[in-house]
């Protein structure tokens, strides 16, 4: 590992001008390519104290042994000059975008004197015109399938035309009219050409001028009655329509635009392409990348257009494109964008409207590609095997840690304090084994302390199972778990029904005991604090077989108890992408949770508090009377009235009514407006009415 100083430049060494820097690692290959405005004010930010650097950035800095700049004249060369050495170098710490398939296109070669029609992958000649890309290789045979009727395109291979121009026999789309068959001389090659060129036209979009001349045609041939020729020209008419079919129209203006969505988390990014022409999708495309430095969301756009745009020229670069975000600085791109098509090229963000709606279905596709990748990734078992043994490497584990549980604590502003509890065997999940927690030994907000009771109660409830089975325990006392109704939390599933069994760990009645299983490791969303509740409670109950660790979301670090520093885990690293999705499995189990008792709480009734009274006659009642508040102040002759209610019952009701404190009047957020009457059955806490509705995001953040 380099020490940065070591190659640092001299402060006059450095130009303050545009240009592109490489750093180097000792084996002189190229590590890192980047653009800025200013060499000087950009190089500087890598030369900061490692301490205050993000952690993917010194991970760079310390691998480089040298740095090394070349100076141009404006921002747009800079961005070429990127392009092409990040093409050229394929650096280890720059984003590069893979492509998840190898999507296929419909490729015409006007390079050839006759022109050929097929399906082409992989890098795109010179000469060759390209409509795509599309999802299946099938769905451009079928394209082409109907358009040979009326553009008899040449689709065969070199061989079959040089046999068939030798033979004097032309293939059998050449007999059935699919082919207008220019190997045995039917047509010129200039006809032959020209052929190709309105088969061009036609997928490019501009599809009305040979509809409407194949319908004047059809009408003269008609008129003149001539009907076998006017019904082959209505067929002809018909697939092309039926090929116009098979891409929807999504913008009525026939725009010609590509839409960029990102999807992206803290390690991985997902983005997808929209190719639109004549305002049909005439294309889809998608990659994922790694996020092996530090970027933002504009910068991932950069990166994306470079990809998508670096080797094309002319109307390959769309009049418009859209997107998620914008590069900073956005000039340089829109100017290099425009040089490349040959005129102006809008880069913007859709705010309303068509565009905006179609944007946000790139944006769902591109958040379903990116769960699909997690979905391979954790599938694959060879990774997850990788993933355990790299976290028993960096934590120093004795073994792989097969059973690994994350605990998350969630709150509203120190309300409804709950936590989770969720479990992953050999890297996947095992939600039969979540568990979910109410904070029960203080009120309000603090989550150091909520983690340290959270551990006590699993692990006390650990230690009783194991007094049981006969096992040395100490004095620990079993914890009590209840759950939201003030049932027993459900019985904890083991590794298997065998390992139970032989074990000691079921029951009579041969289901598993409750938190009879250790984990090897126990994952707490946060830092320091938050390791250090949970160890010190494990230390409490004299536990020191399980290994505990934190992930902090910020910057992803890895912290463990009575460590200073956090261990910071390689981007690419699949230890830190288990750790990351064990982390966000548990955030998500808690505030579904939090969400849930929140609920419930706004919607309890001073009426759920009379024994027996079910919910068909708590419907009753408030049909009856109206509200709660007219309920309320009915005697209890007036609530006997109610079908169903005695006597009994009316009295009972009547004092549970008397003993709740009557809430705060409501109030219409609309208009600040204090309402005297309440909507039938719409209740609070304290029974009274709740017009505003449970609290949102806007008055507490969920944690």
Known sequence: MADPSSYRPKPGEIPDTPGVYRFRDEHRRVIYVGKAKSLRQRLANYFQDLASLHPRTRTMVTTAASVEWTVVSTEVEALQLEYSWIKEYDPRFNVKYRDDKSYPYLAVTMNEEFPRVQVMRGHKRKGVRYFGPYGHAWAIRDTVDLLLRVFPVRTCSAGVFKNAARTGRPCLLGYIGKCSAPCVDRVSADEHRDLAEEFCDFMAGRTGTYIRRLEKQMTDAAEEMEYERAARLRDDIGALKKAMEKSAVVLADATDADLIAVAEDELEAAVQIFHVRGGRVRGQRGWVTDKVEEITTGALVEHALQQLYGEERGDSVPKEVLVPALPEPVEPVQEWLAERRGSGVSLRIPQRGDKKALMETVQRNALQALALHKTKRASDLTTRSRALEEIAEALDLDSAPL??????????????????????????????????????????????????????????????????????????????????????????????????????????DGRPKKFAYPPQLVVVDGGQPQVAAAKRALDELGIDDIAVCGLAKRLEEVWLPDDEDPVVLPRTSEGLYLLQRVRDEAHRFAITYQRTKRAQRFRSSPLDDVAGLGDTRKQALLKHFGSLKKLRSATIDQICEVPGIGRKTAETIAVALAQAAPAAPAVNTATGEIMDEEEPGTTGSGGDPVTAGAPDERRGQET
């Not at 690994?404 to 039969?432: N, P, T, W």
């Not at 309000?444 to 230690?463: A, C, N, P, T, W």
């Not at 006969?470 to 939390?489: H, P, R």
Request: proline share 2%.
């Open 403 to 508: 059973r690994i549980e994350c605990y998350d604590i969630s709150h509203l502003q120190g309300d409804d304090v709950v936590a989770s509890m969720v479990v992953f065997e050999d890297g996947l999940q095992r939600k039969s084994e979540y568990r979910r927690f109410q904070i029960k030994g203080f009120a309000g907000q603090d989550d150091v302390r909520s983690m340290h009771e959270v551990i006590s109660r699993r692990f006390k409830r650990y230690l009783a199972e194991k007094e049981k089975t006969g096992e040395w325990v100490d004095d620990a006392s079993q914890a009590d778990l209840k759950d939201a109704s003030g049932n027993d939390i459900p019985a904890v599933s083991g590794t298997g029904p065998q390992d139970a069994s032989e074990n000691g760990l079921k029951d009579d």
